[in-house]
């Protein structure tokens, strides 16, 4: 792998984990400050809108180096980047759900969500790369 090529996967990394965090303890508080009825789903969304909005200011400045010509088109990318989004947070959610449904502890259902995170960003960076921030969204 050329040094410009591992010093992205290791800069994407580092940027992954800070939203993979991000989400994670975004969950962990709602749980902790609300342990009603649906606590653990709803605390799910709020940690993937968390993530979402921290990755996509990381994604746009350090990895894809990308600057909007103003407001609205910084939000029409960050709608296309959610779109994008769509499709990795059901792997996402999918794994920590079905952690949840296999082990039924916090720790296994962070675990699975951890992985699910993981694999998604894998997945959507190659999606962003080719229908966000390519040469189409300039």
């Not at 939203?19 to 969304?45: C, E, F, H, K």
């Not at 769509?86 to 952690?99: A, D, M, N, S």
Request: glycine share 8%; hydrophobic share 50%.
């Amino acid at each position: 792998m050329p040094f410009a090529a591992t010093k992205l996967a290791t800069v994407y990394t580092i940027l992954a984990l800070i939203a993979t965090a991000a989400n994670i303890g975004a969950q962990d508080l709602v749980v902790r400050a609300w342990s009603g009825q649906d606590s653990i789903p709803i605390s799910v969304i709020v940690g993937t809108g968390v993530g979402l909005v921290v990755k996509y200011i990381l994604d746009k400045r350090y990895i894809f180096r990308f600057r909007a010509n103003n407001a609205a088109h910084d939000l029409q990318t960050f709608l296309l980047y959610t779109v994008m989004g769509l499709v990795t947070t059901v792997i996402f959610w999918c794994f920590e759900f079905g952690f949840e449904h296999l082990f039924h502890t916090s720790t296994m259902r962070y675990l699975g969500g951890i992985l699910g995170l993981a694999i998604g960003y894998v997945a959507k960076y190659h999606l962003d790369k080719r229908f966000v921030f390519g040469p189409r969204a300039a």
